[in-house]
């Protein structure tokens, strides 16, 4: 899992606005640095990674709320969430079929046809998954999601 990044210049002293500023700033960065490359099938850590980073985002959204004006930042949130949903009906399959690769290399070799029949079903919903979060990333860039969090940093950040 990528590790967060320290939000520069967040101190303690700092009016809240300001801080709420920086750290969406900081998180909108790397959900959208996470994106890159996540309709990879092959490298489900990349999935995880931006599943992670919405979380992430979610919640200092949520913790900052107040500093942000009310009808721009319950669309940007909602948008956030369309994504997490999106990453997970990605995410689940990846994890399903991670497990069943481990119990099947455990299990005696004539289990392997039912293994693979199941995994056939996961590798179908893994497909599935894909297409319900390329059709969101899409949306993402539609909506224009990163400029409307941005411009959300710099209203709580003109409003400090």
Request: glycine share 4%; hydrophobic share 50%; aromatic share 4%.
């Amino acid at each position: 899992m990528a590790k967060a990044r320290e939000i520069p210049g967040l101190e303690g002293d700092l009016p809240f606005a300001v801080a709420a500023a920086r750290t969406v700033r900081v998180r909108a960065t790397e959900l959208f640095e996470h994106l890159d490359g996540v309709l990879d099938m092959e490298d489900i850590e990349r999935v995880h990674d931006a599943r992670v980073a919405t979380r992430r985002l979610r919640a200092v959204l949520e913790i900052y709320a107040p500093c942000f004006p009310s009808e721009p930042f319950a669309a940007a949130l909602k948008d956030v969430k369309a994504l997490a949903d999106a990453l997970g009906a990605r995410r689940d399959p990846d994890v399903h079929l991670d497990a069943l690769a481990k119990l099947g290399a455990a299990l005696p070799p004539e289990d392997a046809p039912g293994i693979a029949l199941v995994a056939d079903r996961f590798r179908a919903e893994q497909a599935e998954g894909n297409d319900v979060l390329r059709q969101a990333l899409e949306d993402v860039a539609e909506h224009r999601l990163r400029e409307r969090l941005v411009m959300l940093a710099d209203a709580a950040e003109a409003a400090a």
